[in-house]
Each structure stands twice: as C-alpha cells, then as structure tokens.
C-alpha cells in the first residue's frame, strides 16, 4: 500500500473508489500500529485504534476481511520500543504507524521502504523526520501536533485573556532539537505583547514542579489567578527564600 494512499484511507477522502476495491475481494492488508508511552495497562491506546478501526469501517475496510491491525504497546521503554520496531518492520506489513516521536524513530531506524505515518508529532522537520511539511520525501509522513509558529500564538491568546499580564515562564524540554526555534518564536511576539518569557529547562519531574511553583509564588496578586495543573509524577515546592532557584 502506497504512503498517499493509506492517508487517503485514513481520512476517507475517496471512500467510494476504496469501497469498491474491498468489495472485490482484493488481498488482506496489514498495518502496524506502535505507541511509545502508553502503559500495558492504559485504555488510551486500545481507543484510539477502536476509533481507527471504526474510520476504516466507515470506507471499507474491515478487520479480519481485507485489513489487519498489529499493535504493540512500548510502555516508554525505549529497549521495548526498539523491540517492538523491529518486530513490526521484520512481518512484512503494508504500513506502519507511530503516535509519537520515540515510536516513528525507531521505525524510521529499521526501515527506509515500508511506509510510516505518524500522529501527533512535534516540528517533525526539526526533529528530522521528514526534509519539509510540502515534500517530507522518504517513508515518512503523517500529522504535525506543534509547529514553532504556533507557540508565537500562544502569548498572543494569553494577552487576550489577561491582558494585565507581564511576564510568563516558557518551559522547554531541553533535549528536544526543536526548542530553539519555539525560543526563537516566542522571543519575537514577546517584545511586541510587552511580554517578559524567562526560558526554563527542567532536567527532571522534580526542577519542573519546582519551576511552576515558583511561578505561581511569583505571580502578579493583581492580575487574574490562573490555575497550572502539573502533569509530573511528583510535586516539589520551592525552596523557602531562595530566589534565585525560580
């Protein structure tokens, strides 16, 4: 199966002609599905494939008639995301799809021919994954999650809802290729929103609830309160009267 033509699966865009395809009677095709940072035990990524089967459904393919789903689960091991990489690439499939960037690297690592499409992938050109978002050239192409453009409206979105506020913290993840050009995008709408954006890059769970709460020690009482709920594992207050660890 072509890469343009499992897109056009996905979305159903030409769903007669695929109707009529698997109508035919044509053979069984094969997808697999790897998702990097879900638990075993997590419902997420049983859904989002439920939700896939359904769209396939919906233009004509159908599970255990003319189309065939493999999911693997890396539970965010990165030795079982390899693993599961090259157990996928070494079946043969028609296509293969990643949710995430750990996912698509490690398929992108074990083949160059079989098609990849991914989902909900950060700037997928500064990652390295694809030349462009016209011509991502290669197997790989897919759905960009966060472009740097995008992060310039952040600011400009939370101006408009406070429009009081002066200063923001922009965390970055500082292993990430792609934060330099979300640094840089945040730095030119800044000095035109009259927007001071300190730039954080938290190591691990604890500097990162340890940088919000700072901020929100920090936060202007005459402003509107805005609530900042942590995704960490853990929580970590600032440290009393060390000021300079914000």
């Not at 999911?71 to 090259?86: F, M």
Request: charge should be positive; aromatic fraction near 6%; hydrophobic fraction near 40%.
């Amino acid at each position: 199966m072509k890469r343009r033509a499992f897109i056009t699966l996905m979305g159903g865009a030409a769903g007669g002609p695929l109707v009529a395809r698997a109508q035919q009677g044509e053979q069984r095709r094969r997808i697999g599905v790897l998702f990097s940072g879900f638990s075993d035990t997590d419902p997420e990524p049983q859904a989002r494939v439920e939700a896939f089967r359904r769209q396939l459904q919906d233009v004509g393919w159908i599970e255990g008639r003319n189309v065939h789903i493999d999911l693997r689960i890396g539970a965010g091991n990165a030795e079982r995301v390899r693993a599961y990489a090259q157990e996928l690439v070494g079946m043969r499939l028609d296509v293969l799809a990643a949710n995430a960037p750990p996912a698509l690297r490690a398929l992108a690592q074990e083949t160059q021919t079989i098609p990849i499409v991914f989902a909900s992938v950060p700037d997928p050109v500064a990652n390295g994954f694809v030349a462009s978002l016209a011509r991502p050239g290669g197997n790989i192409t897919g759905f960009a999650s966060l472009e740097p453009a995008i992060v310039g409206k952040w600011l400009e979105l939370l101006k408009e809802i406070a429009p009081n506020v002066t200063q923001v913290s922009a965390i970055f993840d500082h292993g990430s290729p792609s934060s330099g050009d979300y640094e840089r995008a945040i730095a030119d709408l800044a000095w035109r929103t009259n927007v001071s954006p300190p730039l954080r890059y938290p190591h691990s769970d604890r500097e990162l609830a340890s940088i919000i709460s700072c901020a929100h020690r920090h936060t202007d009482r005459s402003s509107p309160r805005t609530s900042i709920r942590s995704a960490t594992r853990s929580v970590a207050p600032c440290r009393r009267g060390t000021d300079r660890d914000c």
